[in-house]
């Protein structure tokens, strides 16, 4: 059994920041990448961002140079440092885990919601 813990969801106004975790347990086998997708009211799910076990990072345009992710690998955690939040960051935000055996973990999602 594997559990993603996400937490740090809430309501921000626009230009605030949020900071998100998740920390991933039980019977995983060692973690390639680390990731957070978000799905909007009424979009599909897309991805913001996401980090490989050596630090490489790929951002969604739409959140380049505000949101930050990044890594503990000893605690199987990752983070997502958003910053100048805009209403249309609006989204349920997901966390993403894929094994090195190409096993996909997900998490049930924080709702982050930028509202004034």
């Known amino acids: 059994q594997v559990q993603l813990v996400e937490s740090g969801g809430g309501l921000v106004q626009p230009g605030g920041s949020l900071r998100l975790s998740c920390a991933a347990s039980g019977n995983i086998f060692r973690i390639n990448t680390m990731g957070w997708y978000r799905q909007g009211p009424g979009k599909q799910r897309e991805l913001a961002a996401v980090?490989?076990?050596?630090?490489?990072?790929n951002y969604a345009d739409s959140v380049k140079g505000r949101f930050t992710i990044s890594r503990d690998n000893a605690k199987n955690t990752v983070y997502l440092q958003m910053n100048s939040l805009k209403p249309e960051d609006t989204a349920v935000y997901y966390c993403?885990?894929?094994?090195?055996?190409?096993?996909?973990?997900w998490g049930k999602g924080t709702l982050v919601t930028v509202s004034s």
């Open positions: 980090i490989t076990r050596v630090g490489s990072t």
């Open positions: 993403n885990v894929v094994s090195i055996n190409g096993v996909d973990y």
